[in-house]
């Protein structure tokens, strides 16, 4: 049985880790170099970079934040944000990043999810899906970090990227986001139930046992969490145990 994963996420603006609430009102939360170094050693299973307004901003990802950050850790590291091209991958995992994560540059052109598994191996590419419910009751997509609403439902481009070769599939509930009410079950165990590849949950946790329910009700494979780690509401190590001991497969 596969280990469940603890993600913390570093969302970065300006070279600061930041966090709002629904993707709106950021603020600072720290240096993303030593909260990257504190995680690692608290037993992160991974660790997340998101340049947040790279997209926004029409600019390539930080890659010396990137190096920086990779030589203060030895878990694996995700890096998005502005990726678009073989070539800003290669810079990336050349300046320590294991994995990509791209959202609005692969809904605007699919083919780069295919070209990108491809040539670096699907293991490497993470499709991020911003996602929200709205009065329907279904799930869309999202772009541009959250700014952008399309008419394409989540489960159809999360079906879509998988057999263009996406390798994993991160999921951030707009609904939820910073709320720390708990995570999206429904939309994560849809996804988990009917995908052959990891999802990785993101947005609302807020205790212990929003990652319980993420793991068992949500199937999801990984949980992703932010503000509740940055402000030390919840230290890894505790939330470890916590699940551990509810019998979840979990690192310790």
């Known amino acids: 049985m596969l280990t469940k994963r603890i993600i913390p996420c570093l969302d ?15 603020r600072d939360a720290g240096d993303p170099i030593e909260l990257a170094a504190l995680y690692a050693l608290q037993g992160a299973d991974e660790l997340v970079f998101l340049d947040i307004t790279a997209t926004v901003e029409k600019r390539k990802t930080l890659s010396e934040l990137v190096n920086k950050i990779a030589h ?11 990726i678009k091209t073989e ?6 995992l050349q300046n320590g990043a294991d994995k ?12 780069i999810i295919k070209s990108f598994a491809k040539n670096f191996g699907s293991q490497c590419v993470v499709l991020a899906i ?12 999202y772009l541009n970090g959250g700014r952008q609403k399309t008419d394409t439902l989540t489960t159809e481009w999360a079906k879509k990227a998988v057999d263009l070769g ?8 707009m609904n939820h986001d910073g709320t720390k009410q708990g995570f999206a079950l429904d939309i994560t165990a849809t996804l988990s139930a009917t995908l052959p590849i990891p999802i990785i949950a993101s947005g609302g946790g807020g205790e212990s046992a929003h990652f319980y329910d993420v793991f068992t009700t949500g199937k999801a494979d990984a949980a992703l969490a ?10 890894i190590p505790d939330l470890k145990k916590y699940l551990n001991n509810k ?3 979990i690192r310790l």
């Open 130 to 141: 911003d996602t929200k419910c709205e009065a329907d009751g279904n799930w869309y997509v």
């Open 100 to 111: 990509i994560s791209i959202n609005t540059a692969a809904y605007i052109d699919p083919t």
């Open 166 to 173: 996406a390798g994993e599939i991160l999921l951030t509930s």
């Open 247 to 249: 019998g979840i497969s």
């Open 87 to 92: 070539e800003d991958v290669s810079v990336l």
């Open 12 to 26: 970065i603006k300006d070279g600061r880790t930041v966090k709002g609430v629904n993707f709106t009102e950021l």
């Open 72 to 82: 203060k850790i030895n878990i694996p590291f995700t890096v998005g944000g502005g």
């Open 226 to 235: 932010a503000s509740i780690f940055h402000y030390k509401e919840l230290a």
